[in-house]
């Protein structure tokens, strides 16, 4: 069962970034479940003081929430990393592996991993592993939000299989300055520029989950 609730945490952690809530339609693809499996869900974690729920709006974590959940995903991050640098996995691989391995370290193994790793700052997909920032969405914007005409710079995106897959088909650069020039709402699609005129072309749905800086 604590397995089940830290997974719950970990999804609506990493929906509720650069964002006020979290439906429960996200929270169902995510988790791959039905709606009472959500409602049954987010209830429990609502009555041990984790999230806040609201009727037809979502739910957002409780200050209690964020602090386990920053802890969760601090874990999670570490083996990320450990996955990519020590063992050379194959990217899309990563995130189940590591949540795997993540849920049930002891405090011990994480400082050791923590050393082992030399202290590392970022996630191979650029998330913070610094417990205090690791939820400061501040500075941060979907890139499905940005306006036409604004330049900015990829700072971290979701890690699922399918983001990744689809981010390194089409090579979108970290610490790169990209220009929006275009949204077409009938085709779904954002067109993002570098410096280069090279074109990177997006659906919607990956955008909502990329995180930029302008």
């Given at each position: ?48 003081g ?8 979502g739910v ?13 995903l ?5 083996c ?23 849920d ?39 890139l ?23 981010l ?12 929006v ?24 749905q990956a ?8």
């Amino acid at each position: 069962m604590l397995h089940h609730r830290n997974t719950y945490l970990k999804i609506i952690a990493e929906c509720n970034f650069a964002r006020s809530r979290v439906s429960n339609k996200q929270i169902m693809h995510f988790a791959a479940v039905t709606p009472a499996t959500v409602t049954e869900m987010t209830r429990s974690l609502q009555a041990a003081g984790l999230v806040e729920r609201r009727r037809y709006t979502g739910v957002t974590l409780t200050p209690l929430g964020k602090r386990l959940a920053s802890r969760l995903l601090y874990h999670y991050r570490l083996c990320e990393l450990f996955l990519t640098q020590k063992l050379n996995l194959a990217l899309p691989l990563v995130p189940a592996q590591a949540w795997a391995m993540a849920d049930t370290l002891q405090t011990e193994t994480v400082q050791t991993l923590d050393r082992y790793l030399d202290s590392p700052q970022r996630s191979p997909f650029g998330g913070l592993l610094d417990p205090s920032k690791l939820l400061d969405d501040a500075p941060i914007m979907r890139l499905s939000m940005v306006p036409k005409a604004t330049t900015v710079t990829l700072d971290s995106y979701l890690e699922s299989t399918d983001l990744i897959t689809y981010l390194q088909h089409i090579g979108l650069p970290f610490d790169t300055a990209l220009q929006v020039t275009a949204h077409d709402a009938d085709l779904r699609l954002l067109y993002l520029e570098d410096a280069t005129h090279h074109e990177f072309t997006l659906n919607d749905q990956a955008a909502d989950y990329i995180y930029v800086k302008a």
